[in-house]
């Protein structure tokens, strides 16, 4: 089976990714990590000198390189800007959705997202947020501990016979 979290930048995705796969003893992988290491640039770098647009297709094209089963996939915040990655994304897809305070609060200490250089978080929100909706299998709170966004998901997992 294939898992992949969507949601906002700070929304804890990658996070979520690595402790999930390592209780279901998944393959746990950043998109945004594995666009670096394909590309030799950082995500950044990839945005000042090619644009978003060029992002995208990278995005895109690793979609198309991943692994058939027993992944959990930290998707990009904007994944779901493009359309067809959806039917890429061949897998449960579940939204973490977060106050966008509690993502204000986790990204005090993080690197500065190429996107929040040019829109606010709460712009990202409202031209994604439906977004997200229609990609999403499932949408889970992840305001609270890992462990708890964790124990969601997995009990969501057994609750529909997929693990």
Do not use: H, W
Not at 12 to 21: D, E, F, P, Q, V
């Amino acid at each position: 089976m294939r898992i992949f979290l969507i949601g906002m930048p700070g929304s804890g995705k990658s996070t979520i990714a690595r402790k999930l796969a390592t209780k279901l003893d998944y393959q746990a992988i950043d998109l945004d990590a594995m666009i670096e290491k394909d590309a030799k640039m950082f995500i950044e770098d990839i945005f000042d000198k090619y644009g978003e647009k060029k992002f995208r297709e990278l995005e895109t094209e690793a979609l198309t390189k991943l692994p058939k089963e027993r992944i959990v996939v930290a998707c990009g915040g904007g994944i779901v800007t493009v359309k067809s990655n959806k039917e890429l994304m061949e897998g449960i897809k579940f939204y973490l959705d977060t106050d966008l305070d509690v993502i204000k609060k986790r990204l005090e200490t993080d690197y500065q997202r190429p996107l929040l250089k040019q829109k606010t978080l709460e712009q990202l929100f409202d031209e994604r947020y439906f977004k997200y909706q229609d990609f999403a299998d499932r949408i889970v709170s992840n305001n609270f501990d890992i462990d708890t966004t964790v124990k969601v998901i997995i009990n969501y997992l057994k609750s529909e016979e997929n693990l």
